[in-house]
């Protein structure tokens, strides 16, 4: 079946920088658009970034452009976000999810498939 497993989280200081990473399994990973989500207690799962099959197609929310980068290895069936200046504000439960298409995709509701979340804690 499909796993999506997240690593790389943790507690960090303000200005800092980590790199989640998501290894998938169980599926072809090049057929897959896959995207990052985060969940910060009492709020709403937000989008964070998302990456088409090959890469070349990306999505920031404005909240995290400029700061963080997303990619994605297909030969390791790998996908990252390197997550830079980090502000408190970035801290949450963070998901990545897969949809399979060739296409682009940002909406939670449009990826059937999810990891169980790596948590980043950003200290002041």
């Known amino acids: 079946q499909v796993q999506l497993v997240e690593s790389g989280g943790g507690l960090v200081q303000a200005g800092g920088s980590l790199r989640l990473s998501c290894t998938a399994s169980?599926?072809?990973?090049?057929?897959?658009?896959m995207g990052w989500f985060r969940q910060a207690p009492g709020k709403e799962r937000e989008g964070v970034s998302s990456?088409?099959?090959?890469?070349?197609?990306?999505y920031y929310a404005d909240s995290v452009k400029g700061r963080f980068i997303i990619s994605r290895d297909n030969a390791k069936n790998t996908l990252y976000l390197q997550m830079n200046s980090l502000e408190p504000e970035d801290t949450a439960m963070y998901y990545c999810?897969?949809?399979?298409?060739?296409?682009?995709?940002?909406?939670?509701?449009?990826?059937?498939?999810w990891g169980q979340g790596t948590q980043v804690t950003v200290s002041s």
């Open positions: 169980g599926l072809t990973f090049v057929d897959y658009a």
């Open positions: 990456i088409n099959y090959s890469g070349r197609t990306t």
């Open positions: 999810a897969a949809a399979r298409t060739d296409a682009l995709v940002v909406t939670a509701v449009d990826f059937g498939y």
